[in-house]
């Protein structure tokens, strides 16, 4: 869905024959046609509902292409679920085919086409815009802001970011049409830009977090002409709308390669761009580092056992070390009690972090919440500590405890007796919160009333 989301955001690929020094020129190549006996993309890896819609296109005299990840992750027999397809027809004839399609975007029209769950969604072939009219436009970092011409698939190839993204299948005869050498990369794997990279990561910085996540998640390596174009240059990424980087937030994060995509930000140094707060501790706070890293791994496990994440967790955790800091600092100001703290903490740590991604706030309040929770748990004696049990942020305030003293940052004693009570009965609960509540304190006997009081007269 990418090429096409980026659209959304107003930043496109604009190839400027100047810079594309290493690319042929636009629409000057013809393709490898490999066909569909030298290839292994299997319709059996592309979604029924994808193959409806190339199959429609192509029945209505249309061209029509799988392109993009769909066809990649197939070669590599990876099950693809996100399916992008390009064609030759405007969005309007694809509206015209399609009940169940409805265009998005106003100077990008796409068409998504839905089925249940699942949304297809189609692209028109698009040009660089300098070949017709001149409706595209950079600021003055090189970033893309505008572009917005339809073309041919000979012109829409070289708007895409790496060699291996840019391979489109034609339902026609099941043949791989490859004008950038991408089939031999998706082969070797290896993440190369189209086109000059330091020109391409200047029109659009976000392909630098593109090339380290298909890196993590593909295991491809990424093609040294890319790093060095990388090197020095991560700063770009603060030109990025906040809000498109949380959408590469959730990709980054959330798709099952986290940790090793974690591992990847920070050698190439841009780690730090997206949450500056949180390297500038992990470079000198080894238990945060041990911290984070086995955070990510249970999340990645998670995603592999089939189970949801939520990036609020994964927030909480990458910005523990910073709140808690500043908590302290604000107690030391004022009074307040230590969740008070942490809860003010989180909200000005989350404001800073918002400058660089956008983050909802149906993802900062529970994590605010499960942070602020976290001194609760010392507390384990009377009926307060019991009714933690019943807060709506407990089961992720508790997971967050026990990776905290996984890893030696938290007491092993306190999650121990918070895993205990929670497998217990309402009779053993109570028990065990009024055990704490005697433990340590002495409590003085009661004095007998006498029965009778006329015995002792
Ligand atoms: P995945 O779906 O696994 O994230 P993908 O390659 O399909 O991988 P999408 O974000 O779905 O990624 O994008 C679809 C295609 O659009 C890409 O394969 C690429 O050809 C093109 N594309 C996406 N984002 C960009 C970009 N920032 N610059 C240039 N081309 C892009
Ligand atoms: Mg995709």
């Not at 791989?176 to 050498?181: E, N, Q, R």
């Not at 020095?232 to 986290?258: I, M, W, Y």
Request: proline share 5%; hydrophobic share 40%; charged share 30%.
């Amino acid at each position: 869905m990418g090429l096409s989301r980026l659209l959304l955001y107003g930043a496109f690929f604009h190839p400027n024959g100047n810079h594309l020094k290493n690319s042929p020129n636009p629409g000057s190549k013809a393709p490898k046609v490999i066909p569909r006996a030298a290839h292994n993309v299997s319709r059996d890896e592309i979604s029924n509902a994808a193959l409806k819609v190339l199959y429609r296109l192509h029945k209505a005299g249309y061209q029509a292409f799988l392109v993009g990840g769909g066809v990649r992750d197939a070669m590599l027999e990876l099950h693809p679920k996100d399916f992008d397809i390009a064609t030759d027809a405007t969005p309007d004839e694809v509206r015209s085919l399609f009940s169940n399609c409805r265009l998005i975007g106003r100077r990008f029209r796409l068409a998504h086409v839905r089925f249940g769950r699942e949304i297809i969604e189609v692209a028109t072939f698009r040009a660089a815009a300098n070949h017709v009219d001149d409706d595209s436009a950079h600021d003055p970092e090189g970033r893309i802001i505008r572009d917005n011409v339809y073309g041919t698939i000979d012109e829409d190839v070289w708007r895409r970011d790496f060699t291996c993204n840019a391979l489109y299948y034609n339902i026609a005869d099941f043949s791989v049409w490859d004008y950038t050498g991408g089939f031999d990369d998706v082969k070797r794997k290896r993440l190369v830009l189209i086109g000059d990279p330091a020109h391409r990561l200047r029109e659009d910085p976000v392909r630098m977090l593109r090339a380290v996540r298909f890196a993590g998640k593909l295991g491809f390596t990424i093609d040294e002409s890319v790093v060095e174009a990388m090197r020095g240059h991560t700063n770009l990424l603060t030109n990025v709308p906040a809000a498109r980087l949380f959408d590469e937030f959730l990709k980054l994060f959330q798709s099952g390669f986290a940790e090793r995509t974690f591992e990847l930000l920070r050698e190439h140094s841009l780690f730090g761009e997206l949450f500056p707060a949180t390297e500038e501790e992990l470079s000198n706070d080894p238990k945060f580092l041990a911290f984070t890293r086995t955070a990510l791994q249970n999340s990645d496990q998670r995603v592999a056992d089939g189970k949801s994440v939520t990036p609020m967790f994964l927030l909480g955790v990458f910005l523990w070390i910073p709140v808690k800091k500043l908590a302290e600092i604000r107690r030391s100001e004022e009074k307040m009690s230590e969740s008070q703290s942490l809860s003010l903490a989180s909200y000005e740590i989350v404001a800073q972090q918002q400058r660089r991604i956008s983050i909802p706030k149906r993802f900062t309040i529970p994590m605010r919440e499960m942070l602020a929770l976290q001194p609760r748990f010392a507390h384990m004696r009377g009926k307060r500590a019991a009714n933690l049990l019943e807060h709506r942020r407990f089961r992720a305030a508790y997971d967050f405890l026990l990776l905290l003293s996984e890893v030696g940052m938290g007491d092993a004693e306190t999650a121990a007796f918070w895993t205990e009570v929670q497998s217990q009965s309402p009779d053993e609960r109570a028990n065990s919160f009024q055990m704490q509540a005697q433990t340590g304190k002495k409590r003085r006997p009661r004095r007998r009333r006498r029965r009778n009081p006329t015995e002792s007269s």
